[in-house]
């Protein structure tokens, strides 16, 4: 079997690159640029920027599957003008256009990795499931969604498989954004007002991901599905943040701040965005995705951040 991984120097695509090559498939990654960091056996392709014009032509040659992790990513501050237009441009005629080209070639399977956030920005009373009516709200979920709709539509008719898995937050070695600048707090030792947060999050650390997308490669139930995927076990962020200084053998100094006051509080920094994301719930219910695919999370929420906060501890 031959896959093609777009986005291969990401997060996801290069810990995905890794353990296709340790299963002894052909890999070719898809990368804007070639990483510092190469792994042996993924055969690169320097592919320009993803959008409605890419010719993927030459790249897709002979590849059975595509694994598109590839995608203008979530910020908390977005510089652009019309962010949405942005978004689109990239994640769904990014994505249209490589799905078009993958029917003319005749591929099997096309694999997106869209995100939780396509079903809502919070959950209340229960987890979101596969089946629920999407609700995305802000420019990136959004997109992800128009892009999921726009392959359905583009393989309806065809031999194209098309396999959606939704993540919610994900993390592990490499992590950036907001997961990283809470392995920085918890490393220093320093007081954080965090301590009163009653919520619940689904997080997939990047093993049990991959794992998943491996097993999305051939399975015959996946075809033509929607999956939604997680650790199997939610936290809370004072829960999450306490499991951080365990893996670090560092102390969790948490203060009980009222919830009300700590956004206030974020807002006059504004850092309103942020305080939501560290107070809201956002869960997920992949009890679909384990009885049709008989998939569970191989690695626990412990060892996966025992992973990630030892790799960040010898940076």
């Known amino acids: ?137 802000a420019p990136y979920s959004i997109s992800k969604w128009e892009a999921e709709q726009s392959l359905k539509n583009i393989a309806e008719g065809t031999d194209l498989e098309v396999v959606i898995i939704r993540p919610p937050l994900i993390y592990g070695p490499g992590v950036r954004d907001n997961f990283l600048l809470l392995l920085k707090l918890v490393k220093l030792g320093l007081p954080l007002p965090l301590g009163a947060i009653e919520n619940r999050k689904s997080l997939v650390g990047l093993d049990n991901l991959v794992d998943l997308i491996v097993t999305c490669l051939n399975h015959n139930a996946a ?40 956004v206030k509080l974020a807002g006059l920094l504004g850092k309103e965005g942020f305080a939501f994301r560290l107070c809201s719930s956002l869960q997920a219910d992949i009890s679909k995705t384990q009885e049709l695919l008989g998939w569970s999370p191989p690695v626990s929420v412990d060892e996966s951040l025992q992973k990630n906060t030892d790799h960040f501890m010898s940076l």
Request: aromatic share 6%; charged share 25%; with cysteine.
């Open 1 to 137: 079997m031959k896959i093609l991984v777009t986005g291969a120097s990401g997060l996801v695509g290069s810990a995905l690159c890794c353990r296709l090559v340790r299963q002894g498939l052909t890999v070719l990654g898809a990368v804007r640029t070639l990483p510092d960091k190469i792994t042996a056996g993924v055969d690169y392709r320097i592919v320009p920027d993803l959008g409605s014009e890419t010719n993927w032509s030459e790249v897709l040659a002979g590849v059975n599957v595509v694994v598109h992790c590839a995608a203008r990513m979530d910020v908390m501050q977005d510089t652009v003008d019309d962010p949405l237009m942005a978004f689109r441009e990239v994640n769904v005629e990014g994505t249209v256009r490589l799905a078009k080209q993958a029917i003319d070639r005749k591929l099997k399977r096309f694999i997106y990795i869209s995100s939780l956030k396509v079903n809502g920005e919070y959950t209340e009373d229960y987890p979101f499931t596969a089946g629920d009516v999407p609700m995305p709200t």
């Open 223 to 262: 075809a033509n599905q929607t999956f939604l995927v997680s650790d199997g076990e939610d936290l809370s962020t004072p829960e999450l943040l306490r499991r951080m200084a365990v893996a670090m053998k560092r102390p969790a100094r948490l203060i009980a701040i009222p919830v009300p006051l700590l």
